[in-house]
């Protein structure tokens, strides 16, 4: 009874961690799917979303969820310019040459963020409240976070299927060549794939910092449970990446139920390897 209780408190909880978790693995499997890079960088990205957050708030006042927006337009200037600087010239080279180039982005990001901000942890005061849902209490900030998570999956669904730009992405996507002789940019378009990567990266970090205290090493977890929901939901699926997160989310919420907390990576992990085995396009595969 008492675990039935404990369960019944933390899997709210988890559930709306799963959708912010989602956003951050959009922006990872986002830049996979249309140009086969696994960009090494997200993580220091997801901890400058979270700074941003801290500075917008702390120092200048403006309300975190008001701050999205600011940090959604410099994460996806943020995200062109690495993609000119570092990836562009090797977009058609092997794997681990774009492996190495977004590598060198994550250490020069965390060099500089550490020599400015140290690794001392931060922490964004800001509380909305919470509400009891039978025994569990749903904090304001998690459950915002949730809708706003919801709300960033539906326009970038709307962008992808709705708009040019977006359809130009999936042509890219599909078939960069045939695209190009259709006469698509697929330079241009491919700098705006990877700045909205970027973008979704900045974005989840700036909710993740309404929640917990973090550094500029924070956004390494964050990574790899990108990783997680990447190949849960499809490497190349955006919107599965959404019930990839929450998947991972319903997990976090039940293990600690059941047994230490600990072993929620060992676990989170293992399914990695599994899925990878059985089914290496993922439960939902690639969205093309």
Sequence with gaps: MQQITLLLTSLPDGILLGFVYGVAAMGLTLIWGVMNVINLAHGPIIALGMFGTFFLFIRLGINPY??????AIAGLLLGVVIYFTAVHR???APHLSSLLATFSVNMIIIGLATAALTTSPYNVDFSLGGFKL?????LGTRLVAALIAILVTGALYLFLYRTRPGKFIRAVTNNRAAAELMGVPSTRILALSFGLGTMLAAVSGALIATFFPFNILSGGGYELKSFVIGVLGGLGNPIGALIGGLILGVLEGIIPTFMETSWVPVIEFGLFVVILLVRPKGLFGAKK
């Design 66 to 71: 008001l701050g999205l927006v600011p940090i």
């Design 90 to 92: 090797v977009i058609n």
């Design 134 to 138: 039978g025994s569990a209490t749903i």
